[in-house]
């Protein structure tokens, strides 16, 4: 049996075997095309299969919370007074930057779906394109998701890791009413395995 096998960040997922998942900046369309957009950007993974889409980003922050706590601050809240190491200039918080990846997700999508056959890099995206192109992607069957994977212990005295990624995600689906979708900040006590599964 083959194995849906995909890493980011350290962690391996592993996909449903019947979904197409791609890696997207690891794709000829964002390497040759969409990457000539300044401050092109994209999710880490689209999920595809017949009944549902996911954009998928991952955030593994365990062993660097420290320098990662201003960006599970929604709207920059924490960016200029939080002490980090790493320079934050042109950064974002991650409900700002999830939320701007799948948009440029979406756009190079159709951007892709516009060279038509013309392109070879087309066929890397066919399974998605296919799933957002149809009159169907309205209905409810049709389960579209946006989900932020947050690894790392962000828990303290005053606020649980629980209520930050809650946080986060209200943040999230704010900025992202512009599309009709599902909207989740998890880690890997509160996945949902029917998508993907964290494995060793």
């Known amino acids: 049996m083959e194995t849906n096998i995909k890493e980011e960040s350290g962690l391996k997922f592993q996909f449903p075997e019947n979904d197409t998942v791609i890696k997207f900046d690891d794709t000829k369309f964002y390497r040759d095309y969409f990457n000539k957009l300044p401050e092109s950007k994209g999710v880490d993974f689209i999920s595809v299969a ?57 756009a190079a999508l159709v951007g892709a779906k516009s060279f038509g056959d013309t392109k070879e890099c087309l066929a890397e995206f066919k399974e998605c394109i296919h799933f957002l192109s149809k009159n169907t992607f309205s209905d409810f069957s049709k389960k579209k998701y946006v989900i932020l994977f947050l690894e790392g212990d962000f828990g303290s005295t005053t606020r649980s890791k629980k209520m930050i990624m809650k946080a986060l995600q209200d943040s999230m689906k704010k900025k992202l009413q512009w599309i009709n979708c599902r909207v989740s900040v998890v880690d890997s006590d509160t996945y949902d395995s029917e998508i993907f599964q964290i494995v060793s």
Request: charged fraction near 30%.
């Open 50 to 106: 017949k009944d549902k889409i996911a954009f998928i980003e991952v955030k593994n922050c365990t062993g660097d919370e420290g320098n990662c706590r201003w960006r599970i601050a929604p709207d920059n809240q924490k960016r200029n007074t939080v002490h980090t190491s790493v320079n934050v200039e042109g950064r974002d918080s991650l409900d700002i930057e999830v939320a701007q990846k799948t948009a440029m997700t979406i």
